[in-house]
């Protein structure tokens, strides 16, 4: 995996699930359809605009979007195993679109990761979620 210098590192903030949710913000029961298909919770779910062009530093899951068995340059990052995947994605503002220009090596999608780069309030919008945030990779590292 790849990593930061030491002046790099000092100016990251580490920043949690939570912390992605603004004040007051309490995410509704997972929605059904009329088929009784279960679907994304609040799609539009409200931001935190203060970390918009943050350097932030996030734990999470990786769920690849491109990239092959030796790198990947897209993924989805989720707060837990099997979002977006085997269970309706979390709201917007719990999923975070992460791209690296040059793919990373992801060697076990069960183990969760740090991710660093800077955050974006720009959302994405894909088949399996709508996102609420993206993330310019600069590096990831195994969650310790």
Do not use: R
Not at 20 to 30: E, S
Not at 43 to 53: H, I, T
Not at 71 to 81: C, G, H, K, M, R
Not at 137 to 143: K, Q, R
């Amino acid at each position: 995996m790849f990593t930061l210098n030491v002046a790099q590192a000092d100016s990251v903030k580490e920043v949690y699930w939570e912390d992605l949710v603004p004040k007051g913000f309490v995410v509704p029961p997972v929605p059904i359809d009329h088929n009784g298909n279960m679907t994304q919770a609040q799609p539009n779910a409200p931001l935190v605009e203060a970390l918009n062009g943050q350097q932030v530093k996030i734990p999470g899951f990786v769920v690849p979007l491109e990239g092959d068995a030796d790198a990947i340059t897209e993924f989805l990052l989720v707060p837990y195993f099997g979002a977006c995947v085997h269970v309706p994605p979390p709201p917007s503002n719990q999923i975070v679109y992460v791209t690296f220009s040059e793919g990373v090596p992801i060697y076990n999608l069960y183990d969760a990761v740090w991710v660093t780069g800077t955050l974006s309030t720009e959302g994405w919008q894909g088949d399996i979620a709508s996102v609420g945030y993206s993330l310019s990779g600069l590096s990831v590292a195994a969650f310790e």
